[in-house]
């Protein structure tokens, strides 16, 4: 069976607040981790009204210490925010803290606006263009390789994970070029999927971190007790992204029965688009959808992503995936 991750964005929904969504969070990782989930992964928004998880590697440390196996990690780091020694550092501590458990996925894209790149006093223009130079640095941080006139403590020797994660073809290209793990996050951007792995897998370099070609590849999957209550679940996440790729965007919705048929072409064809990435429905319908995804993408491992407003509910869809899945 291809191994299944976890991706949380620690939603916050309507009614609720950070504190509420971070013990989700903790409670939603323990449940993967009990499935049998090998990841479960975090990423970082900033001034989002519905996401908690802005300060990943805060929440790393609170999900790390409510689990004891699953590997945590970024889903990522987006690190023209950031400087690279301060990631090493963080990562380094998170690391030490739960040793053998860390990944550290790096995106390209900022994730913020004029307003935040200013809050950030970064130019983050300038710091995208410097992002290779970045990964390379904040990995020679980690091992040594090339030697830098400082260390990081923590961070120097730390055993960290680092994946490159991208959704067009630079960070395909990246992550081919270094030798790292890749993750594509179809789930909201399919776009470019097919492309981007062939151009990994084609130009792949060894690395003394990875010897052959690792690549995941991201999906949407809500999965219930019937087709009809996992659309209705899925709703939630559907209003949410209309109301992101709209510009209102807000605190994660309750479910509304029917969604899709009230929505104008324009917005339904959006969500449609992104129907390659997602498996939403009772078992067997989940069951299919990842299989066939899996087959068509021949990924090494899928990370799955899907919001609920019922806490319980999510939890619930991990098993049912699961069980699925060994089925």
Not at 18 to 27: C, D, G, H, K, Y
Not at 184 to 203: G, K, V
Not at 278 to 305: K, N, W
Request: charged residues 20%.
């Amino acid at each position: 069976m291809i191994p299944l991750s976890v991706l949380d964005l620690v939603p916050i929904r309507e009614g609720g607040d950070v504190s509420e969504a971070l013990a989700q969070a903790a409670r939603y990782a323990q449940a993967a981790e009990a499935a049998g989930y090998k990841r479960f992964w975090v990423a970082e928004h900033h001034a989002t009204e519905g996401v908690a998880g802005g300060a990943a590697s805060v929440v790393l440390a609170h999900i790390g210490h409510a689990t004891k196996t699953i590997r945590i990690g970024s889903g990522g780091i987006m690190l023209p925010n950031h400087n690279p020694f301060v990631i090493a550092e963080q990562f380094g501590t998170l690391d030490a803290l739960f040793p053998g458990r860390i990944d550290l996925g790096l995106g390209r894209a900022p994730g913020a606006g004029g307003r935040i790149a200013r809050a950030l006093r970064k130019d983050l223009m300038q710091a995208a263009e410097k992002f290779p130079q970045d990964v390379v640095e904040l990995r020679a941080l980690f091992t040594g390789d090339p030697e830098l006139p400082i260390r990081a403590t923590p961070g120097f020797g730390a055993k960290v994970e680092m994946w490159m994660l991208g959704s067009s073809l630079f960070g395909a290209q990246l992550a081919a070029h270094l030798g790292i793990p890749y993750a594509f996050a179809s789930h909201f951007a399919p776009d470019h999927l097919d492309e981007a792995l062939a151009i990994y897998r084609r130009n792949f370099r060894p690395s003394p971190a990875l010897e052959h070609p690792y690549a995941m590849a991201a999906m949407t999957v809500i999965a219930s007790e019937t087709d009809a209550d996992a659309e209705l679940l899925a709703s939630s996440q559907d209003q949410s992204f209309v109301r992101l790729r709209s510009g209102d965007p807000g605190k994660l919705p309750p479910p509304v029965p029917g969604y899709r048929t009230t929505l104008p072409p324009q917005a339904l064809a959006m969500l449609e688009h992104m129907g390659s990435a997602r498996a939403v429905g009772s078992p067997a319908t989940v069951r299919e959808g990842i299989m066939r995804f899996a087959e068509r993408t021949q990924a090494d491992e899928l990370i799955l992503s899907g919001a609920t407003y019922d806490p319980a509910a999510r939890c619930h869809s991990l098993e049912l995936t699961m069980e699925a899945l060994k089925g």
